[in-house]
């Protein structure tokens, strides 16, 4: 007998994340067989490499299907893997299939800084369109790619989630208020993995100092 079982919940884009370890919903949906599978000799599951064989070699089967936090995953080293599946038909043949790769990359993107040619923006300069920032550095780990890299403009102090964060560097024009103001970088990894960075911090005084009083000797 044959069978497919889709990626499921987590596993369905085809990575476990560092923020998903710790799910316990199924990595595959309940196996489907080409001909109709025993109702009491159910299929099993396995956690194998992408070069192991799934087959009657395959030891450490379950009944249950694995999840993030399953012990056949938890444990395993950031890589690529397959799950295993043996099943068996009304008649008591025995067959085995595999699902499609899940891969488990569980480091972030490391942020390391952005160049901010001007921290200092005044008069003249508060209308200009010039981006804030730029040359973004980072470093990543395989087997990751990083996703379009995003920006945001904020007077906060912390860079996270809970700003709104765009594709394009935010420019001069866009600190449209006097006081100190730092540009945020979202690196997300194709897993999923998030790290924020924050700039140095850019002062915008537009208004010009004023003598009040004074004595001039």
């Known amino acids: ?7 499921a919940n987590a596993a369905v884009g085809g990575y476990i994340n560092d923020g998903e370890k710790n799910l316990t919903t199924d990595l595959v949906a309940a196996a489907v ?3 109709t599978l025993s109702s009491t000799d159910v ?8 070069a192991t064989t799934c087959d009657s070699a395959v030891t450490g089967m379950t009944t249950s299907i694995p999840t993030p936090s399953s012990a056949g995953m938890a444990s395993l080293a950031e890589g690529t893997y397959r799950i295993c599946m043996r099943i068996v038909d009304l008649a008591g043949n025995v067959g ?5 790769n899940i891969v488990i990359d569980r480091t972030f993107p490391v942020y390391t800084g952005i160049t901010v040619p001007d921290a200092l923006i005044n008069n ?14 980072y470093t990543m780990t395989a087997p990751a790619s990083i996703h379009p890299v995003t920006y945001a403009a904020t007077e906060n102090t912390t860079c996270d989630g809970t700003l709104t964060y ?3 560097m935010p420019r001069i024009v866009d600190l449209n208020s006097d006081g100190t103001w730092y540009v945020c970088t979202r690196l997300v990894d194709i897993a999923g993995n998030t790290t924020y960075g924050q700039s140095v911090s850019i002062s915008r005084q537009t208004v010009a100092a004023q003598l009040t009083s004074g004595t001039f000797q």
């Open 166 to 168: 765009s594709s394009t």
């Open 33 to 35: 067989g080409a001909e």
């Open 1 to 7: 007998p044959t069978a497919t079982a889709a990626l």
């Open 43 to 50: 299929p099993q599951y396995a956690v194998i490499p992408l």
């Open 124 to 137: 003249t300069e508060q209308a200009l369109t010039t981006a804030v920032a730029n040359r973004v550095q």
């Open 96 to 100: 085995y299939s595999v699902s499609n």
